[in-house]
């Protein structure tokens, strides 16, 4: 299997065709300065030194050079053999409310960088579980399907901010939802989900969603995100916080962990609920009872041993480059003055 490790580079060799264009310009303006000057063949005659055929030769030259470093700067990979294993693990969804009530400070630095940050420890102490991310708020949205692949699985985690759902509001039921129809029943092992929030503004049936998840074998798990005293909402100027939300009257919003609601669904989905704090996240409780579960053995197939193919590129891309260098824009008299293949009369 063939990939590159830096895709982006390749946009590149569009600059290619525009090279192209401005080579048959100039081509095209040098011809027309020589027949300003008189018959082309005669002009010709006047330059023996001059070639006008190396110039092409030596811009040909270029351009596969510049093709061939593109390439390798992109660095094209092998992947030399697939790996087929068998593992054996469970299947982990991460429902992680992404409202703008997480952006509340009784978690440092706030309750989504608290849980993005305890979840990311989690994903580096994975080995062969599947893991994917579900985002929400006033909607759910997959942020990353089920894989093995923990590497982009934290990739995705970094890119999550409030920004990313456009509606406002908790809609844990959807999510729950949504992680069901993400979820592999055929080929999967166990299934649970972790439902990472503070349950304020709760709009759907997620009691309900949750009691049809463990009604089909999955397990669904709460940490509850913030304090029931709660903390002000700031705002936010160009990444800089200006002061805190108000409500109509003119007061602070105070945002409150909804710890009764978190732990309904926990009980609904048979799972266990545990509250966050700046010393613990609770997921290590969590995950005692997910090693729990039983083990489902399920296909894995992987591209293993990538190895580098860059240097064969680069390589030929200077010598090509050493060539056009030495290629001089004038005849060698010696050798224009040889006819290997005329005929001497005697």
């Known amino acids: 299997?063939?990939?590159?490790?830096?895709?982006?580079?390749?946009?590149?060799?569009?600059?290619?065709?525009?090279?192209i264009l401005i080579y048959l310009r100039v081509r095209y303006w040098k011809k027309k300065a020589i027949a300003k000057l008189g018959d082309p063949s005669t002009v010709k005659k006047m330059m023996p030194e001059v070639s006008f055929s190396r110039p092409?030769?030596?811009?040909?030259?270029?351009?596969?050079?510049?093709?061939?470093?593109?390439?390798?700067?992109?660095?094209?990979?092998?992947?030399?053999?697939?790996?087929?294993?068998?593992?054996?693990?469970a299947d982990l969804m991460i429902l992680l409310d992404v409202s703008n009530s997480?952006?509340?400070?009784?978690?440092?630095?706030?309750?989504?960088?608290?849980?993005?940050?305890?979840?990311?420890?989690?994903?580096?102490?994975?080995?062969?579980?599947?893991?994917?991310?579900?985002?929400f708020a006033g909607e759910a949205y997959v942020q990353l399907p089920i894989t093995t692949d923990y590497s982009a699985a934290k990739l995705f985690l970094n890119n999550i901010t409030t920004d990313i759902v456009p509606t406002q509001g908790t809609a844990i039921g959807a999510a729950i939802n949504m992680g069901m129809k993400s979820f592999d029943f055929v080929n999967g092992g166990s299934k649970a989900?972790?439902?990472?929030?503070?349950?304020?503004?709760?709009?759907?049936?997620?009691?309900?969603?949750?009691?049809?998840?463990?009604?089909?074998?999955?397990?669904?798990?709460?940490?509850?995100?913030?304090?029931p005293e709660g903390a002000p909402?700031?705002?936010?100027?160009?990444?800089?916080?200006?002061?805190?939300r108000k409500d109509e009257a003119g007061k602070t919003v105070i945002s409150k962990l909804n710890e009764d609601m978190c732990k309904q669904i926990s009980s609904a989905g048979d799972g266990v609920y545990v509250r966050?704090?700046?010393?613990?996240?609770?997921?290590?409780?969590?995950?005692?009872q997910i090693d729990g579960m039983e083990k489902k053995t399920f296909d894995s197939k992987v591209f293993k041993n990538y190895e580098d193919r860059f240097q064969f590129?680069?390589?030929?891309?200077?010598?090509?480059?050493?060539?056009?260098?030495?290629?001089?824009?004038?005849?060698?008299?010696?050798?224009?003055?040889?006819?290997?293949?005329?005929?001497?009369?005697?």
């Open 102 to 135: 997480m952006l509340a400070g009784d978690l440092a630095p706030n309750r989504l960088e608290n849980a993005k940050r305890a979840i990311s420890q989690l994903i580096d102490n994975l080995h062969n579980d599947r893991v994917g991310i579900i985002i």
């Open 233 to 244: 909402l700031p705002i936010y100027q160009n990444g800089n916080p200006v002061g805190f």
């Open 1 to 19: 299997m063939l990939r590159f490790e830096h895709l982006q580079f390749l946009w590149a060799l569009a600059a290619l065709p525009i090279f």
């Open 56 to 89: 092409g030769i030596k811009f040909v030259f270029f351009l596969i050079a510049y093709g061939m470093l593109v390439v390798g700067i992109a660095n094209p990979q092998i992947g030399t053999k697939v790996e087929e294993a068998k593992r054996s693990g």
């Open 193 to 227: 989900m972790i439902i990472m929030t503070d349950g304020e503004n709760h709009e759907d049936d997620a009691v309900g969603a949750a009691k049809n998840a463990r009604s089909k074998e999955v397990t669904v798990h709460v940490v509850g995100l913030g304090s």
């Open 276 to 288: 966050a704090s700046n010393a613990n996240s609770g997921l290590n409780i969590i995950m005692g």
């Open 313 to 346: 590129f680069l390589g030929f891309a200077l010598i090509l480059l050493l060539v056009e260098f030495f290629i001089s824009n004038r005849k060698n008299l010696k050798l224009s003055g040889l006819n290997l293949f005329e005929v001497k009369k005697s």
